[in-house]
């Protein structure tokens, strides 16, 4: 018993030693046991150890116990929880990825986690799609979308178009209407077309920090055969990938979101937006725009730039915001989040919109379209609730 009771006991040292390693690790021995992040994360009341209590059994040196419990999977990475805590512990980067790298390493993970991330490593994306597919989305396009290998010159930006706006049916609709926004502006870009790999992020927040560094690696290689101002992406994963963890493998590339970069041109953006959208909007910040990168005003200043536009909030907004379940894996954990919780976080934030009396939820993120549109077919009075991408309602307001 007692040699048990050692082995875990230096478990739990080596996994503190992990943790104090992480930007700001250390500050996790000045946790005050509030259960502010316990109380915050919308699934912790569903969680056996939400993080206050991940924080006890690390203390008490029994934290093999917490990684006996499947139900960190439940954990979306969405920040609320560090985005609240007195002690500024790096809750969701540190003490939950760490833990859900542990339970990789055991071979602890949901079958469906499991299948998008051997896909990741087989194809470069989740979804299992062939690389050479990346820039099919181009042909529905129907506008030239210059892609780098074939423009072999410099160029202002380089779009970043990431998984789910290359390759899922619904995301691809707005990848269409932001290249269309990008031609209307004249911006002088470029894609990576089949060179681009998935940017990794939501695999390192689902425990694969090693596949991100391989799917990273590629990335980089691609990008250092070409000459281009900065990165512009629509896909909040990887622009926190691009902004706050490629830079640590030498990767660094000035990356702005697409909301960002459009904001800064709406002088010029301003004229071509000649048509109304006679409706009341309501807009959800996604976890890794909002709350990790402080991206909040731009996406709103965007739809309060279309004619006949009334902007309202919803009760969570901002840093507030609640997360669509999708960030850090979630994606990939559908099943798991409704046979342990019979929970969609997607249908929480759609009866958001409802309440708020919006006619249209607009988004900025690629992961969302689809969650949503499923949201509204269930939520009770949604029915009529409209989900658009900015770039898609900016096209409608272009197109008069
Ligand atoms: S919010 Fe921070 S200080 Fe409070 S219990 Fe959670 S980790 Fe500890
Ligand atoms: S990151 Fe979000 S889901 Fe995960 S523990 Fe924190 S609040 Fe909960």
């Not at 990741?120 to 181009?138: D, F, H, I, K, T």
């Not at 470029?190 to 998935?198: D, K, P, Q, R, W």
């Not at 969609?344 to 958001?352: I, L, M, Q």
């Not at 919109?353 to 900025?364: K, Q, T, Y």
């Amino acid at each position: 018993m007692a040699v048990a009771i050692d082995a875990e006991r230096s478990f739990t040292e080596s996994l503190e030693h992990r943790l104090l390693d992480i930007e700001n690790g250390e500050r996790i021995r000045a946790c005050l046991q509030c259960g502010l992040c316990s109380g915050t994360c919308p699934v912790g009341y569903l969680m056996d150890f939400p993080p206050h209590k991940m924080i006890a059994a690390l203390r008490a040196g029994m934290f093999e116990e917490v990684l006996s419990h499947d139900s960190i999977w439940l954990c979306v990475s969405c920040h609320a929880c560090a985005d609240v805590c007195p002690a500024q512990i790096p809750l969701t980067d540190g003490l939950m990825t760490v833990a859900k790298e542990e339970m990789v390493l055991a071979g602890n993970t949901p079958v469906e986690l499991q299948d998008a991330l051997e896909k990741s490593q087989r194809y470069g994306n989740p979804l299992g799609e062939s690389p050479r597919r990346r820039a099919a989305w181009v042909e529905k396009a129907g506008i030239d979308v210059p892609v780098m290998r074939e423009l072999r010159r410099p160029v202002e930006a380089l779009w970043f178009v990431g998984d789910y706006a290359s390759h899922h049916p619904r995301a691809q609709l707005a990848t269409v209407a932001l290249a269309k926004v990008f031609r209307a502006l004249d911006v002088d870009f470029g894609i990576l077309g089949a060179e681009e790999t998935s940017d990794g992020d939501s695999q390192r927040l689902a425990g694969e920090r090693g596949l991100f560094e391989m799917l990273a690696d590629k990335n980089a290689k691609a990008l250092s055969q070409y000459e281009f101002g900065e990165i512009v992406t629509a896909d909040p994963h990887a622009y926190n990938a691009f902004l706050n963890e490629y830079p640590g493998l030498d990767i660094a590339y000035p990356t702005r979101h697409y909301t960002q970069f459009l904001a800064d041109n709406l002088d010029r953006l301003r004229p071509l937006l000649t048509g109304r959208i006679d409706a009341t909007v309501a807009y959800h910040d996604p976890c890794y725009l909002g709350r990790a990168n402080g991206v909040y005003e731009q996406p709103r200043r965007l739809l309060e730039a279309i004619p006949g536009v009334t902007l309202v909030e919803m009760r969570h907004t901002r840093q507030a915001s609640l997360c669509c379940g999708r960030g850090g894996g979630g994606m990939w954990l559908d099943g798991f989040l409704w046979e342990k919780g019979r929970v969609r976080p997607s249908e929480w934030r759609v009866s958001e919109a409802v309440d708020a009396g919006a006619e249209i939820l607009a988004l900025a993120c690629p992961y969302e379209a689809p969650r949503f549109e499923d949201a509204t077919k269930t939520v009770a009075g949604a029915g009529d609730l409209i989900v658009r991408d900015i770039a898609e309602l900016l096209v409608e307001a272009m197109d008069g």
